[in-house]
């Protein structure tokens, strides 16, 4: 198992870009399906991004939720044992909490909350209008 320490939110300007880190420990953790979650206030977590381990050979494959396609990346440096969230173009509506979250569980989808087994504590992005 590993465990998960998010970083890098912070107050940015509408339009303005922020990179999102997850910081793995315990153990590499580069063959683990990784995700970004985010939840505002009174709201329920919902899903941002994934990065699918998809094999040694195929890498990752990368899965946004609609209204962040073209604006968000999802990135992994194994090496540091690190995931990253790269949030360009941003929008008040992207005010929230985000959640690193990882999984090594095969799932149908990784979309959803219950499809990952460890989650780090948040890092609070504010986007002022």
């Known amino acids: 198992q590993v465990q998960l320490v998010e970083s890098g939110g912070g107050l940015v300007q509408a339009g303005g870009s922020l990179r999102l880190s997850c910081a793995a420990s315990?153990?590499?953790?580069?063959?683990?399906?990784v995700g970004w979650f985010r939840q505002a206030p009174g709201t329920e977590r919902e899903f941002v991004a994934a990065?699918?381990?998809?094999?040694?050979?195929?890498?990752?494959?990368?899965v946004y939720e609609d209204s962040v396609k073209g604006r968000f990346t999802i990135s992994r440096d194994n090496a540091k044992n690190t995931v990253y969230l790269q949030m360009n173009s941003l929008k008040a509506e992207d005010t929230a909490v985000y959640y690193c979250a990882a999984t090594r569980s095969m799932r149908s989808s990784y979309s959803s909350v219950y499809d990952y087994d460890y989650w780090g504590q948040g890092t609070q992005v504010t986007v002022s209008s």
């Open positions: 315990g153990r590499t953790f580069s063959n683990y399906h």
């Open positions: 990065a699918i381990w998809s094999g040694i050979w195929s890498g990752n494959t990368n």
